[in-house]
Nanobody, 124 residues
Framework: QVQLVESGGGLVQAGASLRLSCAAS????????MGWFRQAPGKERDLVAA????????YYADSVKGRFTISRDNAKNMVYLQMNSLKLEDTAVYYC?????????????????WGQGTQVTVSS
């Protein structure tokens, strides 16, 4: 049974940093793509960053390029999202997702497994 568990969200001021963690378990993820999505109230769930487990290649949404970094720890089956210079518009629930096909798809429905989400709130 695949399980994704996010942690690390919280309330921070604009300009601060947070690191989100996603603990993945239940199978070998070496051929998967892992994504961090976010969803603000009344908005769609959008891909923020993704990483291919097999080679570490990454994707970033334009809105977070240069501020966010996605990484993985193969030994611990962990995926991280380091978020720096946080802005008010980064406020959302952040979800970890795993896709069996290994493609860093921007489309949420193409991912097979999801975590429960962690709230990130950026205040002024």
């Amino acid at each position: 049974q695949v399980q994704l568990v996010e942690s690390g969200g919280g309330l921070v001021q604009a300009g601060a940093s947070l690191r989100l963690s996603c603990a993945a378990s239940g199978r070998t993820f070496s051929t998967y793509a892992m994504g961090w999505f976010r969803q603000a109230p009344g908005k769609e769930r959008d891909l923020v960053a993704a990483i291919r487990w097999i080679d570490g290649s990454t994707y970033y949404a334009d809105s977070v390029k240069g501020r966010f970094t996605i990484s993985r720890d193969n030994a611990k089956n962990m995926v991280y999202l380091q978020m720096n210079s946080l802005k008010l518009e980064d406020t959302a629930v952040y979800y970890c997702a795993a896709g069996r096909n290994g493609f860093m798809s921007l489309v949420a429905v193409t991912y097979d497994y999801w975590g429960q989400g962690t709230q990130v709130t950026v205040s002024s």
